[in-house]
């Protein structure tokens, strides 16, 4: 049974930093890309970023330079260093993992496994 479990989320203030991790179980980590997708209330989920299995990132336009995805294949986990923080950063963020090598990034539905989900709040 494939478990994603996000972690780190919190309340920060505009300009701070939170790191939030995924632990994956289940699967054979290095088999699947991660993303990182967030849902802010009354709106779609959107993409933030992705690290393929080739170790290509994707980021969003609206967190590039900010946000940085990374794995870590022995511990089978997956981070996301968010810096400079803004007020509409806050969201519930969400881990998923999928095992293509090509296409979007960017659409949910194309991945397979997510998350429960973990709140940060960027206070202004």
């Known amino acids: 049974q494939v478990q994603l479990v996000e972690s780190g989320g919190g309340l920060v203030q505009a300009g701070g930093s939170l790191r939030l991790s995924c632990a994956a179980s289940?699967?054979?980590?290095?088999?699947?890309?991660m993303g990182w997708f967030r849902q802010a209330p009354g709106k779609e989920r959107d993409f933030v970023a992705r690290m393929w299995r080739s170790g290509v990132r994707n980021y969003a336009d609206s967190v590039k330079g900010r946000f940085t995805i990374s794995r870590d294949s022995a511990k089978n986990m997956v981070y996301l260093q968010m810096d400079s923080l803004k007020f509409e950063d806050t969201a519930v963020y969400y881990c998923?993992?999928?095992?293509?090598?090509?296409?979007?990034?960017?659409?949910?539905?194309?991945?397979?496994?997510w998350g429960q989900g973990t709140q940060v709040t960027v206070s202004s």
């Open positions: 998923a993992a999928d095992r293509r090598i090509t296409g979007s990034e960017s659409r949910p539905t194309e991945y397979e496994f």
């Open positions: 289940g699967l054979t980590f290095s088999n699947y890309a």
